[in-house]
């Protein structure tokens, strides 16, 4: 079993709409969270830290939920630039930043 | 704009040659990361290094493979021999690792490699 596991999709969103996805992790000491975003052929981008108690940033919100260990991601109101796939990413118990990524959500926003 | 960066960008080679790829991380970062992407297998963590001393290495083939840290603007990920199975998307990433958990990993471009 993977530690970070996400639904691969793609989630077919029309422009405009909302889009939600988790990911799993099954390390329950896992000390932090993170959605990464990867553009096609690009290097990944941290989108958003994710907070015990859940944050937003603009039109994403992330959402943790230690009891059940999953994370979220909703997108609000999607434009055609946030077609991308979204990394659920975790940091285990070493503080030094060692991360475990998810292998990804592929989210294509339509016209 | 402080960037990671990272050459060659794309590398074809043949079965058996040496490979080197090479990382600056950003200036004052002192944490640095090899990643490789592949489609069946996702981002996996090669190697880490943390003020120049390597800190885990496991996730790498040693047979074949090397990481090393010459001096803070460097990090070399060396394969030799190479093999078709080698061909992914090589990232370096650098941080400035706070003893936090909350560490942002700034990536470079990636070095594309295929191995014939």
């Known amino acids: 079993r993977k530690e970070v596991e996400q639904d691969p999709g793609p989630f077919n969103v029309p422009e405009g709409a909302t889009v939600a996805f988790n990911c799993t992790y099954s390390?329950?000491?896992?000390?932090?969270f993170f959605w990464y975003r990867q553009d096609c052929r690009k290097e990944p981008k941290l989108l958003m830290s994710?907070?015990?108690s859940g944050n937003e940033d603009g039109r994403f919100t992330a959402q943790l939920n230690r009891a059940s260990q999953y994370i979220s991601l909703l997108i609000r109101d999607s434009k055609l630039s946030d077609s991308a796939t979204y990394l659920c990413?975790?940091?285990?118990?070493?503080?030094?930043?060692?991360?475990?990524f998810g292998a990804g959500t592929q989210v294509v926003v339509t016209p | 704009d402080a960037r990671v960066t990272q050459t060659p960008r794309h590398k074809v080679t043949e079965m058996g040659q040496e490979v080197t790829m090479r990382c600056q991380p950003i200036?004052?970062?002192?944490?640095v990361f090899w990643y490789r992407q592949t489609m069946m297998q996702g981002l996996e963590l090669l190697a880490y290094?943390?003020?120049?001393?390597?800190?885990?290495d496991s996730g790498m083939p040693k047979d074949r493979f090397s990481a090393e840290m010459p001096d803070a603007t460097l990090a070399t990920l060396k394969i030799q021999p190479s093999e078709p199975r080698d061909s992914a998307v090589y990232f370096c990433?650098?941080?400035?690792?706070?003893?936090?958990?909350?560490?942002?990993?700034?990536f470079g471009p990636g070095t594309r490699l295929t191995v014939l």
């Open positions: 990433a650098s941080g400035l690792g706070s003893g936090g958990p909350y560490n942002e990993q700034f």
């Open positions: 390390n329950s000491a896992s000390q932090s």
């Open positions: 994710v907070y015990s």
């Open positions: 990413v975790v940091n285990l118990t070493d503080s030094w930043g060692k991360l475990q």
């Open positions: 200036l004052g970062h002192n944490t």
């Open positions: 290094f943390r003020n120049r001393a390597p800190l885990d």
